[in-house]
């Protein structure tokens, strides 16, 4: 791809001449002589200047439609196959625009398609207490990547939670049949400011943060209802129209210890660097809410979160939590000779 070169765009209708490069920026020149910032990975060319003088002209086109001989439509270019490629391999990667400078630099998505098929790809995000918002969604090509997007720290906490839909297909050839698939997965969003975590794959010669969505014809988490969680309150219902039996001695046993969880964010990671005081914050209420989805269905279970003291922040925001999630749940301060003056006991107690 050069200046000079007609292009189309992959995501939208219409195209033009590149003007200029910047980088991974294009900018796109079209038939009324205004230019268009686009990603290069959302481009395609069609043709170079040397072919063309001109892009086409689709309003002229639309305007005197009697005056244009009928083209047969062109033939699309033929697609180069794997020999492994009728399984189906896609990969989310996180490229740093400056990896050096991952406190200050932006990070691009990446949708790799390791296969034979086309995708019809829809690539969401949303924050922990947030609704999905649609990232880029569009046509990927056989054995190709895709540059989705551009951010930057301050949309990470729009971004702890990632999902990809897909729907594979051939175009033009025989194929086996591939289901929609929708994957959702958890972003740890303090891995983007640690360079442990970035590294080089089969896909890239500099370090991202990769994700896998599809290996093998598996996807890495399909999203299904939870049969499981379903029993348990199926379970629940049944117990509280019947007599409740004497515990166990086993249970009973296992009521009276008294889980403890330190949520001093040096008790919870090991490098800082880079983080804000929200981000922190942000990780140990994680931590909170991992701790009381576990043990949610352990009826009488206590647990004593250990926040310290300080200026009341966190504690402010465990009780927050407590009183919008768990609002069945006994709180109360935890033993002073035992835990000091910052930590918060909870029992759990039967869903309201």
Same mark, same amino acid.
């Given at each position: ?50 072919? %063309? ?11 005197? !439609?009697?005056?244009?001989? !009928? ?79 551009? *951010? ?16 594979? *297909? ?25 360079? %442990? ?156």
């Amino acid at each position: 791809m050069k200046i000079g070169d007609n292009v189309r765009f992959l995501n939208d209708v219409g195209g033009g001449r590149i003007s200029r490069i910047d980088g991974k920026m294009v900018y796109v020149e079209d038939h009324d002589g205004f230019e268009r910032p686009v990603l290069a990975g959302e481009l395609v060319v069609v043709a170079s200047e040397k072919k %063309h003088e001109r892009p086409l002209d689709i309003k002229s086109k639309l305007v005197e !439609p009697e005056r244009t001989a !009928p083209q047969a439509a062109p033939k699309p270019e033929p697609v180069f196959e794997t020999p492994d490629g009728d399984v189906l391999n896609v990969m989310l990667a996180y490229e740093p625009r400056e990896v050096k400078h991952l406190n200050t630099t932006t990070f691009f998505p990446v949708l790799v398609n390791d296969s034979n098929y086309y995708l019809y790809y829809t690539y969401m995000t949303r924050g922990d207490d947030s609704e999905w918002v649609t990232r880029s969604h569009g046509l990927l090509e056989p054995n190709f990547q895709l540059t989705l997007d551009e *951010f930057g720290h301050e949309d990470l906490n729009l971004m702890t939670h990632v999902a990809v839909q897909i729907a594979a *297909f051939k175009q033009g050839r025989h194929f086996k049949l591939k289901n929609p698939l929708l994957v959702e997965q958890r972003l740890n969003v303090t891995k983007f400011y640690k360079l %442990h975590c970035f590294h080089t794959n089969d896909y890239f010669d500099t370090p991202v943060l990769a994700l896998d969505i599809v290996r093998n014809d598996r996807p890495t988490r399909e999203l299904v209802i939870d049969s499981s969680e379903i029993e348990v309150a199926m379970k629940q219902r049944k117990q509280e129209r019947k007599p409740q039996r004497a515990e166990s001695k086993a249970q009973q046993q296992r009521r009276d210890e008294i889980i403890v969880q330190d949520l001093h964010i040096a008790e919870l990671l090991d490098d800082l660097r880079g983080l804000t005081n929200n981000d922190i914050l942000n990780y140990q209420l994680d931590k909170f809410n991992e701790v009381m989805r576990v043990h949610r269905n352990h009826l009488g279970q206590r647990i004593v979160f250990i926040h310290g003291k300080g200026e009341g922040v966190l504690r402010r925001a465990l009780l927050e939590e407590l009183k919008h999630h768990y609002p069945a749940c006994e709180v109360q301060d935890a033993s002073f000779k035992e835990y000091g003056f910052g930590a918060t006991q909870v029992t759990i107690h039967a869903t309201k």
